[in-house]
């Protein structure tokens, strides 16, 4: 519930300004028209930049991947006592 709290404020925020923008005189209204794609673009390139330091920074857990392993040799056992055929080919 939090999120949506401060997107919805970043939203109010952001149009209250594009608003007051297109009411002044400061930047030109040819340009204040695009103000909100300029706003997503900018959005996407974020969460692209984001997406890809999080995929740099991607984290790799030794512990875990001996765990499942050890839950796949687990498994395996278990369907041969059932009498499926698991041979890897």
């Known amino acids: 519930m939090k999120h949506i709290v401060k997107i919805f404020s970043l939203v109010v925020a952001i149009t209250a300004l594009w608003i007051g923008l297109l009411q002044s005189s400061v930047i030109p209204r040819s340009h204040t028209w695009l103000l909100p794609i300029y706003f ?3 959005l996407g390139c974020y969460g692209l930049l984001m997406v ?3 995929l740099m920074n991607f984290p790799t ?3 875990e991947a001996l ?3 050890e ?3 687990e498994a395996k ?3 041969k006592q ?3 055929d698991v041979s890897s080919s």
Do not use: F, H
Request: aromatic share 4%.
């Open 61 to 63: 857990c030794p512990q």
């Open 67 to 69: 765990l499942l392993q």
């Open 40 to 42: 997503v673009v900018s």
């Open 71 to 73: 839950d796949i040799v």
């Open 52 to 54: 890809g330091v999080g």
């Open 77 to 79: 056992e278990y369907l």
């Open 82 to 84: 059932r009498g499926v």
